[in-house]
């Protein structure tokens, strides 16, 4: 539903099946933005996430979070959040809003 929402939107839209493979695809190209779920298999989204802020090559890519478990949340760092069930316009406003805010802070700076 995601690829086919962002494809329609115009988006160029680059899959990975786990976190494993996510991680993989951002060390050979970095996107505009990052849909991380965190139910993830193989490696969890929130690894990722973390993976993904530690990275100097990595961590000026903004970032939503999709997540159904509102626990979640609280330990998100990131600008952009969506909850599950995702609405197919609300990615869209989404990714929009988050491309246009850019990265997350770094609160420590």
């Known amino acids: 539903m995601y690829r086919s929402s962002l494809v329609v939107a115009g988006f160029d839209v680059s899959e990975a099946v786990d976190g494993i493979d996510a ?44 997540t159904g478990d509102p626990g979640d949340l609280v330990e998100t760092y990131n600008l952009c959040i969506l909850r599950k069930p995702v609405d197919p316009d609300a990615l869209i406003a989404t990714v929009h809003r988050c491309l246009r805010k850019g990265p997350p802070r770094d609160n420590t700076e």
């Open 23 to 66: 991680l993989r695809r951002l060390e050979v190209e970095a996107p505009a933005l990052i849909i991380l779920d965190l139910a993830l298999p193989r490696l969890h989204g929130r690894d990722v996430q973390q993976e993904v802020a530690g990275n100097v090559g990595m961590r000026h890519i903004p970032v939503v979070v999709v």
